[in-house]
């Protein structure tokens, strides 16, 4: 219960920083959202601008604009998208599917592929097997996504033509073709967690394989499987489970990228579009909705934590 | 599992023949800010709603030439101040009513209304009143006589009379008379049209529907139309273009812009308000060049109107400084007083062929006399300090129009809305006002020489290059035509076969 109050508050200072340092950045940088709003405009006169400005409340000091947003944040108003007019949670509703079912795939793919593959590293330990796996493993931490992902719609339109590979089905319309459009994406997205991972769980086994519990195992006449697996392996999935979490950092700002060159109409490409429009509300309610992701799947991964490992409790 | 499997490979053939066959899948780069036809000027939702989900009562073709579209014909009074148009008959909107003369009067009301705020407003400044004189004949009243009006109208959309004073009803849900009707728009997905069953032109549109998927990664739509995923590219630039020539199944059609580049310079502060050095950044400018370094030799040189208008734009030739020459520049340069090299900063707009070319116009520039330094800033950052006259100099891509009218005022008339230069010269201002109420083509065509020979050598413009704009399309996509303007009017007769 301690530790759920202690980590309740670290979770609160987190969210109120995250939503100042958002809130000041966006309107830092330069070009502000009436001048491009009225970029291309003919009738453009400074009276329009002033009034335009006062419509969208960007005349307030910045201080007064920050609390009227955050007053309206805590009563569960996200605000109104400047350029659309839309509630913004409207904007992120209509958003956040592909995303959410993207990264929900790359973590299948990468923490699912992540565990039989650290393992068989660990156990190759030594031999050529390994060192091929080594560097595919240093491969997929180094290419960039956005490259593998053009390189695998490239390789694909050249070997099978015919396949639907770019765009987004929603999963409740046709569940197969939805699984089947996102599976390349998911893939170039989940790549550098697997390798991550992988790393991970092979350094967390060889360290469980040291143990003197295992040693004792072993001596005891333990089938060698059991020991990988009942012993050395339930021990070197703590440090695995806590990294997922963080992973899921990685998946949302790898999503941008991904949805970018796979043309999906997810989370990304709605914050990178209003950021280019300096839409601000649309802005800090995406960076909000992330971050509370973040923060709140961490937390989760903390009490799954002292679930696992009866040592964390306090 | 094997059945299983066959089952899908046999829906998964199904719904592919049905799909192709009728709705012609393409690939844009950037959403649309919005679908109302009175609000948006941008080409990214100009090329979704234009002769496709609307019309005008009339439309530009492409040659670019005024024709009639909702207004089958139109009768001009003498004194050039009263304009009766006829409708055509049969004409209904997506929701299913009847399009009147009703429509078109509260169309024109709607666009002119200040609480709208129409961007087009300034394209209906010469009307005076709009009446319905009966359910097919509609009469505009003039203040004054117009020459760009039949043009103008082609820009302005009717829409059902029930929206005159609805302001965000059309942005999300656009009701049009066009051959294609709205039907669903993912956002940052697609936006999907079907066929206006009850188009007045019986025979169209041929296909079944259009899809404009979203795609803004340039390698991947590339990837998607060799690959025929995506049936078609509209309106994409050379460098795209030209890496798509010759790939197996596509087939590209082209046509000169109505948008130019330019070098624009401030007037009101040293150096370019001395014409001297206007001009002699002119000479030191070498267009041909410049098409073959940056637009991959897609392009032409061109003055102050695009080639295309081959109505009413000069040949280059009538231009001197069109020759390049650096050690004119230079002598000019000296003939203004200018000694050692004059610094400039050129503020560049933040799009791929606009970067290159300010590299080169760059280095043409220091060979002649100049000393220039590029400015990149991010897209925003751009407007804000063009909109607000705060450069040199600066390298960026303008908008033309089918009427010289419509971008030579507003662009180069003192006072005009996008004069971000500052210009203000007392002879090209009366040239512009003549012209604009002048009904005779042939002193209309007489005034906009002297303004382009005004304009072309110590104007605020160096007017560089007029580019080639490109659609790609699979083999088998028929009947499309490419317009200058970027209106996809055309996918009203096109079809794919098979």
């Known amino acids: 219960m301690k530790l759920l109050a202690s980590r309740l508050a670290d979770l609160l200072v987190v969210l109120v920083g995250v939503s100042v340092i958002t809130f000041l950045m966006i309107r830092l940088i330069p070009g502000d959202a009436v001048a491009i709003m009225l970029g291309a405009n003919t009738e453009v006169t400074p009276e329009k601008i002033a009034e335009l400005r006062a419509r969208l409340g960007l005349d307030q000091p910045l201080v007064s604009q920050y609390f009227q947003w955050l007053g309206g944040v805590l009563s569960g108003d996200l605000g109104v998208s400047i350029w659309t007019r839309r509630p913004v949670s409207q904007e992120i509703g209509a958003h956040i599917r592909p995303t959410v079912q993207l990264a929900a795939m790359a973590l299948v793919f990468g923490a699912g592929l992540a565990v039989p593959l650290g393992v068989l590293m660990a156990r190759w330990r030594g031999n050529r097997m390994n060192a091929l796996l080594q560097i595919g493993t240093v491969a997929g931490l180094t290419i960039p996504s956005f490259w593998l992902g053009i390189m695998m719609i490239l390789l694909l339109s050249a070997v099978a033509p015919e396949a639907q590979v770019l765009g987004y089905v929603p999963f409740t319309e046709a569940p197969l073709e939805s699984l089947k459009r996102l599976a390349l994406p998911a893939f170039a997205l989940a790549l550098p967690i697997l390798a991550n991972l992988a790393r991970l769980v092979r350094s967390a086994m060889l360290d469980a394989l040291a143990q003197d519990y295992v040693r004792t195992a072993r001596a005891k006449g333990v089938s060698e499987a059991s020991v990988f697996f009942k012993h050395a392996l339930r021990n070197a999935l703590i440090p695995f489970v806590t990294s997922l979490g963080i992973m899921t950092g990685y998946l949302l700002g790898g999503a941008i990228v991904v949805e970018q060159v796979f043309a999906i109409p997810g989370l990304g490409r709605l914050v990178l579009g209003a950021i280019a429009e300096r839409n601000y509300p649309l802005v800090q309610a995406v960076v909000l909705v992330v971050t509370v992701t973040f923060v709140g799947v961490n937390f989760l991964v903390d009490l799954l934590y002292a679930a696992i490992d009866p040592r964390v409790r306090p | ?498």
């Not at chain 2, 709705?23 to 080409?43: E, I, N």
């Not at chain 2, 670019?64 to 009074?77: F, G, M, Y």
């Not at chain 2, 051959?179 to 296909?207: C, R, S």
């Not at chain 2, 002048?438 to 906009?448: L, P, V, W």
């Open chain 2, 1 to 498: 599992m094997k059945k299983h499997g066959l089952a899908m490979a046999l829906a998964a053939g199904l719904f592919a023949t049905t799909a192709s066959a009728q709705v012609l899948q393409m690939a844009v780069d950037g959403s649309p800010a919005g679908l109302d036809p009175h609000l948006v000027t941008a080409f990214n939702s100009i090329q979704i709603v234009s002769g496709t989900i609307y019309e005008g009562l009339t439309a530009i073709d492409a040659n670019l030439r005024t024709v009639p579209a909702l207004a089958k014909s139109w009768d001009i009074s003498p004194d050039g101040k009263t304009y009766t148009f006829r409708l055509v008959e049969g004409a209904t909107f997506h929701n299913g009513a009847k399009l009147e003369a009703a429509d078109v009067v509260a169309s024109l009301g709607r666009v002119m209304s200040k609480d709208i705020a129409s961007p087009l407003a300034s394209r209906l400044a010469s009307v005076d009143k709009a009446e319905a004189k009966d359910a097919g004949t509609v009469v505009l009243s003039l203040k004054e006589p117009s020459a760009p009006l039949l043009t103008a109208l082609a820009s302005i959309a009717i829409v059902p009379r029930t929206f005159e004073s609805n302001k965000d009803g059309l942005q999300r849900a656009p009701v049009g008379s066009g051959p294609f009707k709205f039907k669903e728009w993912q956002p940052n997905g697609f936006i999907e049209l079907e066929k206006h069953a009850g188009y007045h032109d019986k025979a169209k549109p041929k296909l079944a529907g259009l899809k404009y998927n979203i795609v803004p990664e340039s390698a991947t739509r590339q990837v998607g139309v060799t690959s025929g995923q995506y049936a078609m590219l509209p309106n994409i630039d050379a460098a795209t273009a030209l890496q798509l020539k010759g790939k197996p199944g596509v087939r590209l059609a082209e046509t000169l812009e109505l948008a130019y580049t330019l070098v624009g310079m401030n007037v009101s502060k040293p150096p370019f308000d001395n014409p001297k050095v206007r001009e002699a950044l002119n000479y030191a400018l070498n267009r041909s060049e410049i098409v073959q370094a940056a637009l991959f030799g897609a392009g032409v040189p061109g003055g102050p109107l695009s080639p295309a208008l081959k109505d009413w734009a000069l040949d280059v030739k009538e231009f001197p400084c069109f020759t390049h020459s650096a050690a004119k520049a230079q002598d000019l340069l000296k003939a203004a007083g200018v000694t050692g090299p004059v610094a400039v900063t050129l503020l560049v707009l933040p799009r791929q062929d606009i970067k290159d070319i300010a590299q080169v116009v760059q280095a043409q520039l220091n060979k002649a006399g100049f000393k220039a330094e590029l400015k990149i800033p991010e897209l925003g950052a751009f407007v804000q300090d063009w909109r607000n006259s705060n450069f040199d100099a600066f390298v960026s891509t303008n908008a033309g129009s089918t009427d010289p009218d419509d971008y030579f005022y507003r662009t180069f008339r003192s006072g005009g809305s996008t004069n971000v230069f500052k210009y203000a010269n007392a002879d090209v201002d009366k040239l512009l006002d003549s012209a604009r109420a002048e009904s005779d083509a042939g002193k209309r065509k007489a005034a906009y020489a002297s303004v382009q020979k005004a304009l072309a050598c110590d104007g605020p413009a160096a007017f560089m290059t007029y580019g080639q704009l490109f659609t790609a399309m699979r083999a088998n996509v028929q009947g499309f035509g490419i317009i200058a303007n970027r209106s996809l009017m055309t996918l009203a007769d096109t079809t794919v076969g098979q």
